[in-house]
């Protein structure tokens, strides 16, 4: 709408895919930061199975990347955002969220690479005669003297990675994305949940004669406490937006945040694990995990598009 | 970024504005911008440009101003285009820095280096930048780089006939307009006011405005913001955002590792 008493400002017009690419990268990082955390300080308790959760991390940082240089308007061009051709120098801008995320998504994905092969070694997958020495670095760094020290680091840029989609969006002059400072916690929040489901989902895939069902309930108990964190989030977001609320609760956008998120994405599956008879423990794993998915996409959706089509 | 020169800029007297748009058709013709489809009625102001955008880095908004009680209207006019600003959110966020200073101290697309990220359109406090349907890269006026470099003036303060786009050094555009506010104040016109002359806005702006009531009015904001500024509060708000996943995550690990002992517990007495 155009609207003279209005300051002129002008959507981005992000495309749809963005709402893969942050629905990814959030599950992607959620993944890895929950996995990495209960690794270090779990303490001595049953974490089999839990590694697995990296080979989602590793399959996912890809395809966020992908997604990232499709919704440029010059693909051909993603390298300017690592290299400066112009100067011919390394191109990092400490001002710009996107130009300093790309670097701590690299920095992650070292981490994340370091994740999957400690994975393959576990799992005797892909053992390679010659890449043995990767395979025992990897091992090394997970399981000897600095595994913690290791570890920590790996949280801290999962973290900033998660945080980093949220920050991209708040640091912008669009009316609701920079009236809160809640995006990238709500973001944080919901990579939590959506990541624990899909290593949830994953474990019940490949669970053999019952060997992860101690991981699952575990990693299961986790994501029923922040479903009502993500709930409260949810709340306190929009009532932070103040007069912008509007842009994520106007219409069909309300529908979905009130009924697709909290409703179907949040308090369903909560109801599903506080009540596995209902479905069965299994099926209600699966569904409640699915549920969430869905929950975060549209969270996802709605926080996106709601703000851009309003202006 | 270059070596500064000079620092050229643009006053805006929109006080001398009648609206003709010569300026908006000139910075077309010179830039050989894409026509406007036609018929493009806004259907709400005879102004049917509506925005600035990739194919119109000039544009005189029209702004029909009637009093609630619709006895008293009147039109105010602003030849508007990028402001050159001293602290650019454009360029700040850039994650290719494609967005320079150039040596006339102005604010730059490099199209070979754009990546079409399109976040610089939301870094500006203005709403200045689009993405250009033909190029897909960020496009806004240049302050006519090319004709600076020859040691013209941009094309369309050559083209207003009332001289309401001044151009030249900023130092002296500055002690030009607040001459003229001067003046303007002492003819009775109490509510005229530079906008953008001194640091207060975004460090300067280099294209800089003397309006006749206040910013709200022309669309403008009153306290233009770099984007940044909403950043810390994000970064703040995570912090607090993974302790409080990282402490619920934990408790909800120690009271399933609990359950599990005192089910454990039962059954050892059971037995
Ligand atoms: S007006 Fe907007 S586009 Fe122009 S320099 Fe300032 S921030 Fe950049
Ligand atoms: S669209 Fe181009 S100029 Fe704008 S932020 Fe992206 S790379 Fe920079």
Request: charged share 15%; with cysteine.
């Amino acid at each position: 709408m155009y609207n003279y008493e209005l300051t002129q400002l002008k959507s981005p017009d992000f495309p749809f895919i963005i709402i893969f690419d942050l629905f990814i990268g959030g599950i992607a990082a959620g993944a890895f930061l929950v996995t990495v955390l209960l690794l270090a300080f779990g303490g001595k308790i049953n974490k089999a199975g839990l590694h697995r959760a990296y080979y989602i991390t590793m399959a996912l940082l890809p395809v966020y990347g992908l997604l990232l240089i499709l919704k440029l308007e010059h693909k051909e061009r993603f390298i300017n955002v690592l290299w400066q051709i112009r100067d011919g120098t390394i191109m990092l801008n400490l001002q710009s969220p996107m130009s300093l995320g790309a670097w701590v998504m690299n920095v992650f994905g070292v981490f994340a690479l370091v994740g999957f092969l400690y994975a393959l070694k576990k799992d005797n997958l892909l053992q390679f005669s010659w890449a043995q020495k990767l395979y025992h670095l990897a091992t090394w760094l997970h399981e000897g003297p600095i595994a913690k020290v290791f570890l920590s680091i790996g949280a801290f840029f999962s973290a900033w990675f998660g945080v980093y989609l949220g920050i991209l969006v708040t640091t912008s002059h669009l009316p609701a994305w920079n009236a809160t400072p809640f995006i990238p916690t709500l973001w944080m929040i919901s990579a939590v949940i959506t990541g624990v489901s899909v290593v949830i989902l994953l474990l019940i895939f490949t669970n053999r004669s019952s060997q992860l069902n101690e991981s699952i309930q575990r990693l299961d108990n986790i994501v029923k406490s922040v479903i009502v964190l993500n709930i409260a989030m949810i709340i306190v977001f929009v009532f932070a937006l103040g007069q912008w609320s509007e842009t994520v609760t106007r219409g069909m956008f309300g529908v979905l945040l009130w009924g697709g998120v909290v409703g179907i994405g949040l308090l369903v599956p909560l109801l599903l694990k506080l009540k596995p008879n209902l479905l069965g423990l299994k099926n209600s794993l699966i569904f409640s995990s699915v549920l969430v998915l869905v929950g975060g996409f549209i969270l996802r959706y709605v926080v996106m598009m709601g703000p851009m089509s309003y202006w | 970024m270059s070596q500064i020169e000079s620092s050229k800029g643009m006053f805006i007297d929109t006080t001398l504005c009648h609206g003709c748009k010569a300026c908006e058709v000139a910075c077309k013709s010179w830039n050989e911008l894409p026509a406007n489809s036609a018929p493009s009625l806004t259907g709400n102001s005879y102004d049917n440009t509506g925005k600035l955008d990739g194919e119109n880095w000039r544009h005189v908004k029209f702004i029909e101003d009637i009093s609630d009680d619709r006895t008293d209207s009147r039109w105010l006019f602003l030849s508007d285009s990028c402001k050159h600003c001293q602290l650019a959110g454009c360029m700040t966020v850039c994650p290719t820095n494609a967005i320079i200073r150039t040596e006339f101290d102005t604010v730059y697309i490099d199209h070979d280096t754009c990546i079409g990220c399109k976040y610089c359109i939301t870094g500006c406090p203005f709403g200045v930048i689009e993405i250009g349907h033909l190029s897909g890269t960020a496009e806004k006026c240049t302050l006519c780089y090319d004709r600076l470099q020859v040691g013209q003036q941009p094309a369309c303060a050559q083209a207003c006939p009332t001289d309401c786009i001044e151009f030249g050094d900023v130092p002296d555009l500055v002690a030009m307009a607040k001459q003229r506010e001067q003046f303007l104040q002492s003819t009775g016109n109490y509510k005229a006011e530079l906008y953008g002359a001194d640091k207060k806005i975004l460090g300067g702006l280099n294209v800089f405005y003397m309006l006749e009531d206040k910013p709200e009015k022309y669309g403008l904001p009153s306290d233009p913001q770099l984007p940044q500024k909403s950043m810390l509060g994000g970064y703040w708000s995570s912090v607090f955002s993974l302790f409080a996943v990282g402490l619920v995550s934990l408790l909800s690990f120690r009271s399933y590792r609990e359950r599990k002992f005192a089910e454990e517990e039962e059954t050892t007495k059971g037995a």
